[in-house]
C-alpha cells in the first residue's frame, strides 16, 4: 500500500468532534472536497455555490458533466431558498422524510452552481440523517453537492476505506465515521413532472411516497430497460473491476465459469447452491442486504477472483432499490 496522501479524520458518528467538524468546515469554504458519510453512502462534498469547488468534484471522480449532483442541505428551513418554487407537495414530503434518503427535485434557484445542475433548470435536494453530515454542512454555512465519494462507475463506498481506495490524493480530507446505516444511494423523486415520477428507486418505497402523494408514482428514469434506450445514462455503473456477472440459481453450474470465481447470493436461495464456489457472501433479507451490498462487492472485488457472480432476489416490490443497483453492476452471464 502507498503512503496515504488524503487525511483521514476519525470522528463519532453520533457526537463528531467539534475541531474535525471546522477543519472539514473550512476546506468546503476554501472550495476544496470532503468525503463524509451520509446514511446512504460517503458523499464527495463540496460547496454547491461555487462553480470552482463543483467543478473539483467532477474532475475528481471523473464523472460526465451531463450527470446532476444531489445538493444537501442541513434541514427543511434551509432548503426552500436553494429552490425557485416550493410546491405544497414539496413541504409534506420534506416534513414527512427528512431528514432521510430522499431526494426532491425541483425547479432551481439561481445561487446553485449550473455545473452541478448539469446546466439544467432544476436541483435534487436532500436533508441527511448522521450529525456529522448535518453538522458539517451547518458549519459551512452553505449548500453541500455530493455524489457518491468514488471514481465515476465503480462501487459506491459505504466505508471510509472504500472512499481511500478509490480517490487518496484527489481529494482533500475523509472524514471517517465508520459504516453508513442505508447503504444504497437516495429515492430521487422528480416533483417538476406531472405527475411526480421517481427518477431513481431507493429504500424509500413508492409505496411509502403514495401515502403523501396519494398515488404511487411510478419509476421512470434509471431502470436498466429504459436505459439501454436513452442515450448518456451508462447501463454499467456501480461496477467491480473485476468481471460481474449475474445468473440465475439455475445457472451456478455452467462449465464455462472460471475456476476461480466468487459468489454473491442475494435474496433467499437454496443452500446448495453455494457448493461449487471458494468465496460466498450471502445477503438474504433487503434490511440486511441494502447495507452490505456494496461492501460485499467491494471484498469480492479485492480477492483477485476471475469473475464475481451475484444471484439476483426475486423481482417484486421491496427489492427494487436493490435490484436496480445489482443489475447494473452487472452482465448477464450468457453474455460472459
Ligand atoms: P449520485 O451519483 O449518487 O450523486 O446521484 C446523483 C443522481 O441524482 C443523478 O444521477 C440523478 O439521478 C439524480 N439527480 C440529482 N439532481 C437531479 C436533477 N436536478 N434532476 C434529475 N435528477 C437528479
Ligand atoms: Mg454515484
Given at each position: 500500500m502507498p503512503t496515504p496522501r488524503t487525511p483521514i479524520l476519525v470522528v463519532s458518528p453520533?457526537?463528531?468532534?467539534p475541531d474535525a467538524i471546522c477543519q472539514a468546515a473550512d476546506v468546503i469554504e476554501r472550495g476544496g472536497l470532503v468525503a463524509f458519510a451520509t446514511e446512504t453512502v460517503y458523499g464527495l462534498g463540496?460547496?454547491?455555490?461555487?462553480d470552482g469547488a463543483v467543478r473539483r468534484i467532477f474532475e475528481a471522480k471523473g464523472r460526465e458533466s451531463t450527470n446532476p449532483l444531489i445538493v444537501h442541505i442541513d434541514s427543511l428551513e434551509s432548503a426552500r431558498p436553494f429552490a425557485s418554487t416550493w410546491p405544497d407537495v414539496a413541504e409534506r414530503l420534506a416534513e414527512r422524510f427528512w431528514p432521510g434518503p430522499l431526494t426532491l427535485v425541483l425547479p432551481k434557484s439561481?445561487?446553485?452552481?449550473?455545473l452541478a445542475t448539469a446546466g439544467g433548470a432544476t436541483v435534487g435536494l436532500r436533508v441527511p440523517r448522521p450529525a456529522v453530515a448535518r453538522d458539517l454542512i451547518r458549519t459551512a454555512r452553505l449548500p453541500i453537492a455530493a455524489p457518491s465519494a468514488n471514481r465515476s462507475l465503480r462501487v459506491s463506498p459505504t466505508l471510509a476505506r472504500h472512499v481511500a481506495k478509490d480517490l487518496d490524493g484527489r481529494i482533500d480530507l475523509i472524514l471517517d465515521s465508520g459504516p453508513t446505516a442505508v447503504g444504497i444511494e437516495s429515492t430521487v423523486l422528480d416533483l417538476t413532472s406531472d405527475p411526480p415520477a421517481i427518477l431513481r428507486p431507493g429504500s424509500i418505497l413508492p409505496t411509502e411516497l403514495a401515502e403523501i402523494l396519494g398515488f404511487v408514482p411510478a419509476i421512470r428514469g434509471q431502470v436498466p430497460s429504459f436505459i439501454n434506450k436513452?442515450?448518456?445514462?451508462?447501463?454499467?455503473?456501480?461496477?467491480?473491476?473485476?468481471?460481474c456477472f449475474r445468473a440465475g440459481?439455475?445457472?451456478?453450474?455452467?462449465?464455462?465459469?472460471?475456476?476461480?470465481t466468487g459468489l454473491l447470493l442475494v435474496?433467499?436461495?437454496?443452500?446448495?447452491?453455494?457448493?461449487?464456489?471458494a468465496h460466498v457472501i450471502e445477503l438474504r433479507t433487503p434490511d440486511f442486504a441494502e447495507p452490505a451490498f456494496y461492501d460485499a462487492l467491494h471484498r469480492l472485488d479485492e480477492l483477485d477472483l476471475d469473475a464475481i457472480l451475484v444471484v439476483p432476489p426475486p423481482d417484486s416490490p421491496e427489492w427494487v432499490a436493490l435490484r436496480d443497483r445489482l443489475l447494473r453492476a452487472t452482465r448477464p452471464l450468457d453474455e460472459a
Open positions: 453520533d457526537a463528531p468532534d463540496a460547496n454547491a455555490t461555487s439561481p445561487v446553485i452552481s449550473s436513452s442515450p448518456g445514462l451508462n447501463p454499467i455503473h456501480y461496477a467491480p473491476s473485476t468481471p440459481i439455475d445457472q451456478l453450474d455452467d462449465p464455462e465459469l472460471p475456476e476461480n435474496g433467499h436461495h437454496n443452500p446448495d447452491a453455494r457448493r461449487a464456489f
